[in-house]
């Protein structure tokens, strides 16, 4: 362990410990690990958020998480950007969002490159800003989800695993929490495909997926994994599968409507008393 000198706001700068050759805090503007901030409006929460992730450090200089609590006029949300050049401090990171306490987190799931702004923890499998993990291992504690979205990503999870992912939400979500996914129709497009409505090509846009067409799925990844891969599907739903799955998961008022012409939306609310 050595001696670094730190600027805590609300604190001052002081010395603390840390481990040697892992990380420095700097007096560079951005860089402190716990910042408080009240947002002026939409607007202002979506600069605040880009300034945020954006800040530019090397890897060396920046704390293994930075956080920054912004009070604005939807309640209280937590930015949080992890130095994965820090790896044996990653889990202290992951392992932070279950302090907000028992169903109080709203959380969006595979947020991807543009999160949704009501949702106050926000993760995906790719080194994008949030946490970063698993959809089907995901580091809160039982009950800590008030609200859980998951907007186009089920079915990139494979058919074998789906039961097993739901139960997993089921688990983080508390008592009468919220859960709200949306897939691909994948009969409805199966149909138009067979009518002629689709050509071979979109059909194979929508209905398995494995574009890159974002930037998140652009080039490899560090092992030379090809990103879009994490973008292809492995799942397909229709109307009434979709419907009968989370039963046996813990959920209950399911509710499963068509979207924006293609889309399935499934809403369902935690059982109460059930833990899976």
Not at 4 to 30: E, S, Y
Not at 212 to 238: M, Q, Y
Request: glycine fraction near 10%; aromatic fraction near 6%; hydrophobic fraction near 40%.
């Amino acid at each position: 362990m050595r001696r670094v000198k730190g600027t805590f706001p609300g604190v001052g700068t002081r010395d603390v410990d840390a481990p040697a050759n892992v990380w420095q805090i700097t007096p560079q503007p951005g860089l402190d690990p716990l910042t408080t901030v009240t947002s002026a409006g939409a607007d202002h929460l979506v600069r605040l958020r880009g300034e945020f992730y954006s800040q530019p450090a090397a890897l060396a200089e920046s704390p293994p998480l930075r956080m920054r609590l912004v009070h604005h006029g939807g309640g209280d949300l937590v930015m949080m950007s992890v130095n994965h050049a820090a790896p044996s401090l990653v889990k202290v990171a992951t392992a932070r969002p279950a302090a907000a306490g028992p169903g109080r987190m709203r959380v969006e799931i595979g947020a991807g490159e543009k999160p949704d702004a009501t949702y106050r923890v926000h993760t995906d499998v790719l080194a994008l800003p949030g946490v970063v993990c698993r959809l089907d291992q995901l580091p809160f504690a039982d009950g800590a989800v008030s609200a859980l979205r998951a907007n186009h990503v089920l079915e990139h999870q494979s058919w074998e695993l789906v039961d097993t992912t739901l139960r997993e939400w089921a688990r983080v979500l508390g008592d009468g929490a919220s859960l709200c996914i949306g897939v691909p129709d994948a009969r409805l497009l199966a149909t138009q495909w067979a009518r002629g409505e689709l050509s071979a090509q979109e059909a194979n846009y929508w209905i398995l997926g494995g574009h890159s067409d974002r930037p998140a799925h652009k080039g490899c990844d560090e092992r030379g994994v090809p990103r879009w891969i994490w973008n292809a599907h492995h799942t397909l739903f229709d109307r009434d599968w979709l419907h009968d799955l989370p039963v046996t998961s813990g959920f209950t008022e399911i509710d499963v409507v068509a979207y924006a012409e293609r889309n399935l939306r499934f809403d369902a609310v935690r059982l109460r008393g059930s833990r899976p």
